[in-house]
């Protein structure tokens, strides 16, 4: 049983900065992508960010964030965080880690509504940024 377990959302001031962490415990195989999404109300989730797991290699980092966050290995297996500075009021959403196999990395730049066929999905954390 997988299960991705998110922390680190809240409240900010334009400009400033948020980490969030994401575990994927219960995630056995050796490859796989994690990554974070984001979603606003009445809109379609949007990728913000990829990770290859096992490779450790950054798949893709969205234009709209590309300079303002990057993507890392957590200290943890199977866990990595997202690093957000010079945060924007556009960047305010509800951010969501999810996990599934590599291809999910390759595929959902290319296929933004891809989201829909990842299996795993976190609560998700709220980011609000003023």
């Known amino acids: 049983h997988v299960q991705l377990v998110e922390s680190g959302g809240g409240s900010v001031q334009a400009a400033g900065s948020l980490s969030l962490p994401c575990a994927a415990r219960g995630y056995t195989q050796r490859s796989g992508c994690l990554a974070w999404f984001r979603q606003v109300p009445g809109k379609e989730r949007e990728a913000v960010a990829g990770?290859?797991?096992?490779?450790?290699?950054?798949?893709y980092v969205e234009d709209s964030v590309k300079g303002r966050f990057s993507i890392s290995r957590g200290n943890a297996t199977n866990t990595i965080v997202l690093q957000m500075n010079s945060l924007k009021p556009e960047d305010t959403a509800m951010y969501y880690c999810?996990?599934?196999?590599?291809?999910?990395?390759?595929?959902?730049?290319?296929?933004?509504?891809?989201?829909?066929?990842?299996?795993?999905w976190g609560q998700g954390t709220q980011v609000t940024v003023s």
């Open positions: 990770m290859y797991i096992g490779g450790d290699i950054t798949a």
């Open positions: 999810a996990a599934d196999r590599a291809v999910t990395c390759r595929e959902v730049p290319l296929r933004p509504a891809y989201y829909r066929y990842i299996n795993y």
